[in-house]
Structure formats: C-alpha cells, structure tokens
C-alpha cells in the first residue's frame, strides 16, 4: 500500500499481495470493536493471511517484544499483516503505548481514554504525533510580532493541545550601576504562564477527519466509514483518499469565539531547490518559514508581514501523500464565520444544493514552525543553549533562542590539549579546563517573537567569539561581581523595520541561566533569563 495512506492500522495486505489497493470498503477504527468484532477480523480476509510458518514466531514472545519495539510505527503496521502470531503481538497494549510515550515527552501516558487501546489512540491522533513531540512552536503572524506556542497531550481528554506562552515583568524598577553611574539596569523577574482562555491547538481523540464521511459511534470509539457523495465517478476511493486525506483542514473546535473558525492544516515541505530558489537575502526573505537564520530542515512559504500581495505559497499544494507532510512545520487558518445562505449557483457547484453553505470573511493563514531539540538543549560544551525571555522596556517580554552551533569537526577542543602551568593547583587546572570547553565558539540570539522595530526570525545580538577572540575582562563591581563579558553586536531598527543596524555592545555571562546585554548607546542593560518550557507540558 503507498505509504501506508491509512497508515495501515486494521487494513494490512496479505502477504505475498502485489497490489496496493485497499478494500472497497475500508473502516479505519480508533477505537471500540466492531459488531464484535477486532479490528483485524473486520479488516482482513483470514483465507488470504499467509499460513507459512514463521520463523519469528519461534522466538519467545518477550524476545519479539523487544525486537518489535525498535519498528517503526508503519514497519510495526507492516508485521502485524504477515501472519495472526505477529498480528497479536504487534497490536499488543504495551508496544503501542511505547509509541504514544515517544511522542509526549515531559508526561507519562499511562491510559489510552478515552479510546479503549493505545493503538486506538494512536491512530486517532496520526498523523498529528509531531506537535507534542516538538513541544515549540513559532509563528509567522500577527505582523512582525509573532507568537509562542506550547503543544501538549492531555492525557484526561485525549487531545493535542497548544497554548501560547506569556510573560511579564513582575520587578519594573531601575537601578544605577556603579561602575557607570550614567547606565541603569532594568530589573527583570519574568512571570510565565500559558493563556489557557484562548486555545491555539484543539484536536480531540475523536476527530472525524477530513474526508466526506459518515461517522458512527461504537462503544468509547469512533468508526470511520469512508463514503463518498460521489459514486458515479469514475475517480477510484483510494486514489480520492490518497487526494484529499492530507489537504483538507480540520476545524477546531476552540470555544473562544463564535464568530471565528479555526482549521488545523498540514504543510508540504519545499525542496532545498525551490527554497534557494524564492529566499531573498534581506527581510522578508519572500516569507521563508521559518526564516534563514533559524537552522531547521526543510522550510515552508509563510505570511508576509506588511499584508501587501503574498507571493506564491506552498500550501497552493499541500500535500497528499504522508510523506509529503511536514513535522516541522503547519497551518491554522482563522476566519470570520457569517451565517448560513443558500447560493445556487454555489450549491450547484459543490453538488450540495439541498444544503446552505455558510459564509467565510477574512481571516488569517498562520505559519507554524518548530526547533530541533538540540538546538535548545544545553550541554557541558554549550551551556548556554535553550529558550530564554529577554526583557525589551516598552515592547515587554520577547522570547529568543540562544543558538551556540557545534564545532566544525576540525574545530572540536580536546581540554587534555591543555598544558599545566608551572605551580598552577589541581582546582586551578581542571577550571582553567572547563573555561576552555565552554568559552569557545559563536552565540547567536534569534527572536522567536518579535516587535515593530526588531521581528521575530531576526537576530537580536550576537557573539563572534566566546573565547579570547571576544573577551573583554571580568567585571569586580556589584552587581556583576566575577561575571565574565564578552564582545557583542546589538541590532536596533527603526519602526517597520527599516534602516537596521548592529551597534558595539557587550554581554555579561553571569550564568548559564542569567546573560545580560549591555547597549552602549543607549546606557542600558537588560536581563534575559532561561525559560523551562517542561513545566507546561503536563496540564495538571
């Protein structure tokens, strides 16, 4: 079968079959059995599973778990279609529990509800895995702005959620610093939280897709049946499926506006080719998401910030086959929704003439992207790495990602290069070590959330060098006292976005979770503190 289109859960091949097609009447299941029977005995002809012994087979069971669980989830899919032993070990509880839990980290799964299995709720929710597993999601809109968002599974009603994430300020007094009575430092105790009254993500475990279908409940599951308005086409079932499974969006049922719809969407990545092809090297860079500066692996065309005529999007193909999705990026379109009339010659053209169509106005097309884990996870060599709020006066908090790339492997440091100075102690040696390790390299602070001078995508400072290159001295005056600095860049703009520059300024390393950026035009220091963005992950 391509690709698996219905990811082959309850629709194996029989073994030995050349053909791709499904049956004429496939029913996905997420969940309940049906007319009690297992999904398997719903799905297969039990005449054609190959009754040739297995070799696998004379493993014991715990051994096959355990090879099993290293499958993938559609090379899972792929064995249990081979023959009834494997089929009973690969749809078993525990090893689709494994593969819920790869894709919600921070929180322990430990029920399917509201489905009856985890391969129930598996499906429920394919392909749409990738958004709590990546957790981080930044945005392209509103304007120049941009925004936050935290996904997660919601393990007590089954749904992928995703909040944005807020902060504020709760210390907005100045000080004088004493070394430069002319400098003043804004004081900065960030404040998280997640605006849990506006929901950016809803998809429940009981979504009926996107396809034209009836949908029926059976026990705590739902059974999809795939049928469609059209039976005089000559146009296969499969082949409409294959057409349409991944192109449609799905509303998103958010309850915080009535007069508003949102629909999820699914992105097709462009190829590296059509990428070089469309960026330009200054901003926008024809609304590249997420932007150049952003490392990632494959980008999708995004919104254009000054609302002018948008260039040529890649959701004007979306895509079709499962792997064409993206994980690394998706679409929420949000529009005004008008009540319902009746057109007909609207009507006549969707074949839907008995029914009223209701009327959409406006609205929004958001671009999604996400950051591979490494990039914010600090190591011993880059300790620096990870989410951090900074704190920018009128604009209030922003979010950046701290980027320290890796070393070329020509340029990798091997602390026991190190020679030990005459008289030098064991302690100071084994720091002097540990400074060589971790001052090394570049710093780059991206916005992932943006204001109108600086946007989001853009670097907000940069270090060239950590190390001797870039390093200024160790401050002895409070309250700085034994922090090391460094040399830095700051970037300014004017409103919009115009006449940017990049202006001398110094970064004070005060920890690995406390940097401070000096502006020395402006006489300024600001704070910008880590962010645990694990903490939001689990919704009790």
């Known amino acids: 079968m391509d690709d698996l289109e219905e990811l082959g859960i309850g629709v194996p091949v029989a073994p030995g079959s050349d053909t791709d097609e499904a049956p004429e009447s496939p ?4 969940g309940a059995d049906v007319k009690g029977k297992g999904i398997a005995e719903e799905s297969v002809d039990k005449s054609a599973v190959s009754t040739a012994e297995c070799h696998l087979t004379r493993l014991p069971t715990e051994l096959i778990d355990s090879i099993l669980l290293y499958l993938s989830v559609i090379d ?45 709720l598996y499906e429920a929710h394919d392909p749409r895995w990738f958004l709590p597993k990546y957790k981080i999601w930044f945005s392209d809109v509103p304007g120049l702005i941009g925004r936050l968002v935290v996904a997660r599974y919601d393990q007590r009603r089954g749904c992928i959620e995703g909040y944005q994430l807020l902060s504020r300020n709760t210390d907005i007094s100045e000080q004088v610093w004493e070394a430069e009575p002319a400098v003043r430092i804004q004081n900065f105790e960030p404040r998280h939280m997640l605006h849990l009254d506006r929901p950016i993500l ?12 009836e949908a029926q409940q059976v026990g705590s599951g739902k ?19 294959r057409g349409t499974r991944f192109r449609s969006g799905i509303q998103m049922e958010l309850g915080a ?32 998401w997420p932007p150049p500066t952003v490392p990632a692996p494959h980008r999708v065309t995004g919104a254009n910030p000054y609302g002018e005529e948008e260039w040529p999007r890649s959701d004007d193909d979306p895509p079709r086959r499962r792997k064409d999705i993206s994980d690394r990026c998706f679409r929420i379109r949000t529009f005004f929704h008008g009540p319902e009339t009746s057109f007909t010659l609207m009507n006549f053209i969707a074949r839907t003439i008995e029914d009223p169509i209701p009327l959409h106005f406006g609205g929004q097309l958001a671009t999604y992207a996400t950051l591979d884990p490494h990039l914010y ?48 102690s064991d302690e100071a ?7 060589a390790t971790v001052y090394r390299g570049r710093l780059d602070a991206i916005k992932l959330t943006g204001d109108p001078h600086v946007p989001r995508g853009e670097l907000t400072f940069s270090v060239n060098s950590l190390g001797e290159g870039g390093f200024l001295g160790v401050l002895e005056d409070p309250p700085f006292v034994g922090t090391r600095v460094v ?14 520059d990049f202006l001398s300024s110094r970064l004070f390393l005060i920890s690995h979770d406390c940097i401070a950026q000096y502006w020395e035009r402006f006489r300024h220091i600001s704070y910008f503190r880590r962010v645990d963005i694990d903490q939001f992950l689990s919704p009790t």
């Open 27 to 30: 029913r996905l299941c997420a």
């Open 76 to 120: 899972l899919v792929s064995v249990s279609a081979t023959c009834r032993a494997l089929y009973t070990i690969a749809t078993s509880d525990h090893i689709w529990q494994t593969h819920v839990q790869k894709n919600v980290p921070g929180v322990r799964v430990t029920s399917p509800y509201p489905l009856k299995s985890f391969r129930a």
């Open 202 to 213: 809803h998809l429940p475990a009981s979504l009926p897709g996107a396809l034209s279908q």
């Open 223 to 241: 059974v999809i049946d795939l049928r469609w308005t059209d039976e005089d086409d000559s146009t296969s079932r499969l082949e409409k499926r």
């Open 257 to 288: 506006n009535d007069a508003t719809r949102s629909h999820f969407m699914h992105a097709q990545a462009l190829s590296h080719e059509d990428a070089d092809r469309i960026v330009t090297s200054h901003f926008p860079y024809s609304g590249l």
């Open 377 to 424: 996870t600090p190591t011993p060599e880059k300790p620096y790495r990870g989410i951090w709020v900074g704190d920018y006066s009128v604009h209030g908090c922003e979010y950046v990602l701290v980027h320290q790339p890796d070393d070329a492997p020509g340029d990798r440091f091997d602390p026991e290069s190190l020679v030990r100075e005459e008289g030098e």
């Open 429 to 435: 040696f084994a720091q002097r070590k540990v400074d």
């Open 487 to 500: 040399r830095s860049r700051g970037h300014v703009a004017g409103q919009g976005f115009i006449e940017d």
